[in-house]
């Protein structure tokens, strides 16, 4: 029987591809991966009789309330993105039916990679993780647990999950996309700076699972980062740079002329308001300003060493030290 078919399009199979794409969404809502109408989901049709990459395609409309989709309101598409069904309109307040935004990156992603089932999601996690280092083009961990849930991947592996920039439409991120996947064979994920991650596998079930293996990763990243602990290295230690001075990340290659920072700044914590004793305790000072200048110096001289007001003080410091070794022998 063809796809194509009205039988086949009303058959079984789509139907009931039709329906987990609506309780997927509904489980995801709930996760906060596709809130505000924002992220979506695609599947193909699985028939053992039809080779994948022939299979139809089932995709989520776009803006609607994803955790109130039903099984009416997919779109079925054939393997080279034309539609073949699509939901009829609704009364007001409801849209009219369209397609989803999502989907030149979801056929992208289908022809390169032959995928089973993508998901875009809009969680807060994989936004965040993106926003930590502006600069960075890649996101890695290695030494978690939750890493065996990727495809491909082991405990002591390392995850590297490409970050391109986000576009003001959707469509416009197709070629950044495909030239990620192209980049990256072994990746299954690529996560768009202030927006999201698209996650595929050969099912449903396999982008599902990576998808909350890839949300737990990145949160793990975030509460390990705001602990101050690298989450890239295999022992997750404090942040040191490599003079051994603390606040700066593995991969941190500074560069006092360009003012570049290639790696994740430390977050700052105080402001000095007054003089000690004034608006707080002598504590403060030795407990927390001392500690945080000890910490800071090496990096302040890695960016400013070249400055002549840096030159100064190093010379004012040496002077005022050679004077008071004068004065004690």
């Given at each position: 029987m063809a796809t194509t078919s009205q039988a086949y399009l009303e058959g079984i199979r789509v139907k009931e591809t039709k329906a987990l794409i609506s309780d997927l969404c509904r489980q995801f809502y709930h996760l906060g991966w596709v809130s505000g109408t924002g992220g979506s989901i695609t599947i193909k049709v699985h028939d053992d009789s039809i080779p994948?990459?022939?299979?139809l395609i089932v995709m989520s409309p776009s803006g609607v309330q994803k955790e109130?989709?039903?099984?009416?309101?997919m779109y079925v598409l054939s393997s080279d993105g034309s539609v073949l069904s699509e939901p009829l309109a609704k009364p007001w307040p409801h849209k009219p039916p369209k397609c989803s935004d999502c989907g030149p990156l979801?056929?992208?992603?289908?022809?390169?990679?032959?995928?089973?089932?993508?998901?875009?999601?809009?969680?807060?996690?994989?936004?965040?993780?993106?926003?930590?280092?502006?600069?960075?083009?890649?996101?890695?961990?290695?030494h978690m647990e939750m890493i065996k849930g990727i495809q491909g991947h082991g405990y002591y592996d390392e995850i590297v999950v490409p970050i391109i920039e986000n576009t003001a439409?959707?469509?416009?991120?197709?070629?950044?996309?495909?030239?990620?996947?192209k980049a990256y064979p072994k990746t299954t994920a690529v996560l768009v700076r202030n927006h999201g991650i698209y996650i595929w596998g050969d099912s449903w079930i396999s982008a599902k699972t990576q998808a909350e293996c890839y949300?737990?990763?990145?949160?793990?990243?975030?509460?390990?980062?705001?602990?101050?602990?690298?989450?890239?290295?295999?022992?997750?230690?404090?942040?040191?740079?490599?003079?051994?001075?603390?606040?700066?990340?593995?991969?941190a290659k500074v560069s006092a002329k360009e003012g570049l920072n290639d790696g994740i700044e430390p977050s700052r914590r105080y402001i000095v308001l007054d003089v000690e004793?004034?608006?707080?305790?002598?504590?403060?000072?030795?407990?927390?300003?001392?500690?945080y200048?000890?910490?800071?110096?090496?990096?302040?001289?890695?960016?400013?060493?070249?400055?002549?007001?840096?030159?100064?003080?190093?010379?004012?410091?040496?002077?005022?030290?050679?004077?008071?070794?004068?004065?004690?022998?």
């Amino acid at each position: 029987m063809a796809t194509t078919s009205q039988a086949y399009l009303e058959g079984i199979r789509v139907k009931e591809t039709k329906a987990l794409i609506s309780d997927l969404c509904r489980q995801f809502y709930h996760l906060g991966w596709v809130s505000g109408t924002g992220g979506s989901i695609t599947i193909k049709v699985h028939d053992d009789s039809i080779p994948k990459s022939q299979q139809l395609i089932v995709m989520s409309p776009s803006g609607v309330q994803k955790e109130r989709m039903m099984e009416e309101d997919m779109y079925v598409l054939s393997s080279d993105g034309s539609v073949l069904s699509e939901p009829l309109a609704k009364p007001w307040p409801h849209k009219p039916p369209k397609c989803s935004d999502c989907g030149p990156l979801f056929l992208k992603t289908y022809e390169m990679r032959n995928a089973g089932a993508v998901i875009h999601s809009h969680g807060m996690e994989s936004c965040l993780v993106t926003m930590i280092n502006p600069s960075s083009k890649e996101f890695r961990i290695t030494h978690m647990e939750m890493i065996k849930g990727i495809q491909g991947h082991g405990y002591y592996d390392e995850i590297v999950v490409p970050i391109i920039e986000n576009t003001a439409h959707e469509r416009e991120l197709t070629e950044s996309l495909a030239e990620a996947i192209k980049a990256y064979p072994k990746t299954t994920a690529v996560l768009v700076r202030n927006h999201g991650i698209y996650i595929w596998g050969d099912s449903w079930i396999s982008a599902k699972t990576q998808a909350e293996c890839y949300h737990y990763l990145f949160d793990a990243a975030i509460k390990l980062h705001q602990l101050g602990l690298d989450w890239s290295t295999p022992s997750h230690s404090p942040i040191h740079s490599p003079n051994g001075v603390q606040g700066s990340h593995r991969n941190a290659k500074v560069s006092a002329k360009e003012g570049l920072n290639d790696g994740i700044e430390p977050s700052r914590r105080y402001i000095v308001l007054d003089v000690e004793g004034v608006t707080t305790p002598i504590s403060f000072v030795t407990d927390v300003l001392f500690p945080y200048a000890r910490n800071s110096v090496g990096k302040h001289l890695e960016l400013t060493y070249d400055t002549a007001e840096t030159q100064n003080d190093i010379k004012l410091l040496c002077a005022q030290v050679s004077q008071l070794s004068r004065e004690l022998f």
